[in-house]
């Protein structure tokens, strides 16, 4: 089944130090996407990849920052984690940009940060 | 400043009654507008939608009406079923760029 994956599901990292979770699709879509969801709030989208073009959204922090070494795979790193960074990673794709474009999700990264 | 708004976070139904969502937004430059339902451990999946020309979309079980003066849309699920039972997201997009804005969600039980 073509799908879009996450891993891992669960990461622990220290105050300050360094982060990256990983995401891969296999639906062949151009545009990927990541967000944030804190607890028992809305998503909030963070940045997207149209292809190799990449659009940071204006309240995204500096702290954040994603790659997209190829159409299957994006990366997000998180330079210096805060405590207040500790949330739930969305990933998701989308066949193009435009509105109205299904976004197909992974099933998270829950990120604890000591 | 929260553009989407889903007020109610938890709702309770019988099984085979009629669930009822509701969902509010703010900015009239939206022109989509879509429901995804969520289970634990796993992501949103996308559920339906509907473009801001119409002002109701019908899929089996699931209807969404959009009230576009009253800037609101609702989901029916009719009958709800045990299976329903997830937390329902409503998201909204505008035409040139697909961001969406999502509430934060609706907790629904269906009980037997």
């Known amino acids: 089944d073509a799908m879009v994956i996450q891993n891992p599901r669960y990461q622990v990292t220290q105050f300050g130090k360094p982060v990256t979770l990983s995401c891969s699709q296999t639906l062949n879509h151009n545009v990927m996407y990541w967000y944030q969801q804190k607890s028992s709030q809305a998503p909030k989208l963070l940045f997207h990849y149209y292809d190799k073009d990449f659009n940071n959204e204006a309240d995204t922090p500096d702290n954040f920052q994603s790659r997209r070494p190829n159409t299957s795979f994006c990366f997000l790193d998180i330079r210096s984690p805060g405590l207040g960074d500790a949330a739930m990673y969305l990933c998701?794709?989308?066949?193009?940009?435009?509105?109205?474009?299904?976004?197909?999700f992974g099933p998270g990264t829950r990120l604890l940060v000591l | 400043d929260q553009q989407v708004k889903q007020n109610s976070p938890s709702l309770s139904v019988q099984e085979g009654r009629i669930s009822i969502l509701n969902c509010d937004y703010t900015n009239s430059m939206f022109d989509y507008f879509l429901w995804y339902k969520k289970y634990p451990a796993e992501g949103p999946t996308f559920l339906i939608s509907i473009s801001s020309i119409k002002d109701k979309n019908e899929d089996g079980r699931f209807t969404v009406f959009l009230n576009k003066s009253a800037k609101h849309l609702s989901l029916h699920i009719v009958p709800s079923q045990p299976g329903d039972s997830a937390v329902y997201f409503c998201a909204a997009s505008p035409l040139s760029y697909n961001k969406l804005i999502f509430g934060a969600g609706t907790r629904l039980a269906v009980h037997p």
């Open positions: 998701a794709t989308s066949r193009d940009r435009q509105g109205g474009e299904t976004q197909y």
